[in-house]
């Protein structure tokens, strides 16, 4: 298997420290398992979906492009009419890694959860994150409190394989539902095991403070998906408080995974998604 193009982190220590966050979940310690402290940065990974058209057209293609701009893995949102083996193949040709992926909850639920470890174990990825939910699921205060048990059952079940469950919001997650935000709702209510995948842009569109979150669910943001807010869409353009979320992802966050989406940036994707990392190389995270 190809290795990962990062000069800041080997495979053996990424395995290493993403055993101990598992530890560190069981005990309930953070910070001092935080990549940071072991002298590490954390990988930084793009969202496919910010490049979806590109990855219609050519996705090996696409892939060698992000793996050049300097990401060392990627998220898929979708899989372009390939098998899981057919991925692995074209992320180890690329020295990419699968750090995971956008799956509907249906995936996720009774038998169809087996296939979809079976397909993730084959491409290497450990994540499986929802991003977003039927009406069923989000209606009413007490249907995300059904969600949150739901969730929690389903982690249970795939911590056996060695896998996460998690869920990724949008802006409506931080409208108040009954006197609470449902994103507090969800996670006040699920186990350290369930993946709080916030998307700081998205939470700020909603309302939502990506510096307060991080700080009052420690240990739980595995996965980040980083997104400007306001501005022109290009990082460091708008409002974001990007010192500050990357200060707690980095200590008492549990960050495994940066993961740049971007949608708003100006000119074509491929140029948005090479300013997203230009600003992550200028801000000393790459």
Request: charged share 25%; with cysteine; aromatic share 8%.
């Amino acid at each position: 298997m190809a290795s990962l193009r990062h000069p800041q982190v080997s495979r053996r220590d990424f395995i290493r420290l993403g055993a101990a966050g598992a530890a560190a979940l069981c005990v309930g310690r953070f910070a001092p398992l935080a990549w940071a402290a072991a002298g590490k940065k954390i990988p930084v990974a793009l969202q496919l979906y910010s490049v979806r058209d590109d990855c219609d057209k050519d996705l090996p293609k696409t892939l060698e492009a992000v793996a050049k701009m300097g990401y060392v893995g990627v998220e898929f949102a979708g899989y372009y009419g390939r098998d899981a083996k057919a991925l692995r193949e074209l992320l180890d040709a690329n020295g990419l890694v699968c750090c995971g992926t956008h799956t509907g909850i249906d995936t996720l639920l009774g038998d169809a959860l087996k296939k979809t470890i079976e397909f993730h174990q084959t491409l290497g990825n450990k994540f499986l994150i929802c991003p977003g939910l039927p009406g069923e699921y989000t209606k009413s205060h007490q249907a995300w409190l059904d969600t949150a048990k739901a969730f929690n059952e389903i982690a249970a079940k795939a911590k056996a394989d060695g896998m996460r469950v998690g869920y990724h919001n949008h802006s409506a997650e931080f409208k108040p539902m009954d006197g609470e935000a449902p994103w507090d709702t969800l996670f006040s209510n699920t186990k350290p095991e369930v993946v709080m995948q916030l998307d700081t842009g998205n939470a700020m569109a909603g309302g939502g403070d990506p510096v307060a979150i991080l700080k009052k669910y420690p240990g739980r943001a595995a996965t980040v998906h980083l997104k400007e807010h306001g501005g022109s869409g290009d990082f460091g353009d708008g409002d974001m408080k990007w010192k500050e979320v990357f200060d707690l992802c980095e200590t008492t966050g549990g960050t495994q995974w940066y993961i740049v989406e971007q949608e708003s940036g100006k000119g074509a994707p491929l140029d948005c998604v090479q300013q997203c990392v230009d600003f992550m190389k200028k801000m000393g995270k790459v």
